[in-house]
T-cell receptor, first 115, second 108 residues
Framework: SAVISQKPSRDICQRGTSLTIQCQVD?????MFWYRQQPGQSLTLIAT?????????ESGFVIDKFPISRPNLTFSTLTVSNMSPEDSSIYLC????????????FGDGTRLSIL | DAKTTQPTSMDCAEGRAANLPCNHS???????VYWYRQIHSQGPQYIIH???NNETNEMASLIITEDRKSSTLILPHATLRDTAVYYC?????????FGAGTTVTVRA
């Protein structure tokens, strides 16, 4: 399976600031996704990162708050903008080689705490 | 995605088989059953998936009932490192809907 690296692995930020999380894959993949896992909760899909076009956001998530880039088939970034304590979560990147009924493989996430 | 129902928690003895049930009574014909697990402080790990037939890989076996309304994930020889939250997901596209899963604790 693909090796997925996320940076940073954790961070503590001040409210009102923004943080960009990077996701790097060791091979080209068709689909890249971003998830959020709030404390004690399960994972929720934020958006699908589309190469060469705007990301596709799930209900409850908007581009102004979570801008996403995907410049090529191995890299994506998620920015958490104007952070508040409610944004304290683990943010995870996942990839799927072909989409559809192919397994997704996850990075170990970025643990974000907002003071 | 079809709704899935799993027990909240299970205890298993180290070295014994762990059988994790999942109910997906509203699954549609083209939805696969996927299993993932999340070990503490790590991202979810793909385990196995199947449509109709039973499946086996190096990690586990997946038994799907003939009517496809339920399935069982079998870890043949549970180890302490198998302690994790196990998620059963029924879906047919790229979107994964994670429920609460089953917290499995393997005890020595």
């Amino acid at each position: 399976s693909a090796v997925i690296s996320q940076k940073p692995s954790r961070d503590i930020c001040q409210r009102g600031t923004s943080l960009t999380i990077q996701c790097q894959v060791d091979s080209q993949v068709t689909m890249m996704f971003w998830y959020r896992q709030q404390p004690g909760q399960s994972l929720t899909l934020i958006a699908t990162a589309n190469q060469g076009s705007e990301a596709t956001y799930e209900s409850g998530f908007v581009i102004d708050k979570f801008p996403i880039s995907r410049p090529n088939l191995t890299f994506s970034t998620l920015t958490v903008s104007n952070m508040s304590p409610e944004d304290s979560s683990i943010y995870l990147c996942s990839v799927s080689r072909d989409g559809g009924n192919q397994p997704q493989h996850f990075g170990d996430g970025t643990r974000l705490s907002i003071l | 995605d079809a709704k899935t129902t799993q027990p909240t928690s299970m205890d298993c003895a180290e070295g014994r088989a762990a059988n994790l049930p999942c109910n997906h009574s509203t699954i549609s014909g083209n939805e696969y059953v996927y299993w993932y697990r999340q070990i503490h402080s790590q991202g979810p790990q793909y385990i196995i998936h199947g449509l109709k037939n039973n499946e086996t890989n190096e990690m586990a076996s997946l038994i799907i009932t003939e009517d496809r309304k339920s399935s069982t994930l079998i870890l043949p020889h549970a180890t302490l490192r198998d302690t994790a939250v196990y998620y059963c997901i029924a879906h047919n596209d790229y979107k994964l809907s994670f429920g609460a899963g089953t917290t499995v604790t393997v005890r020595a």
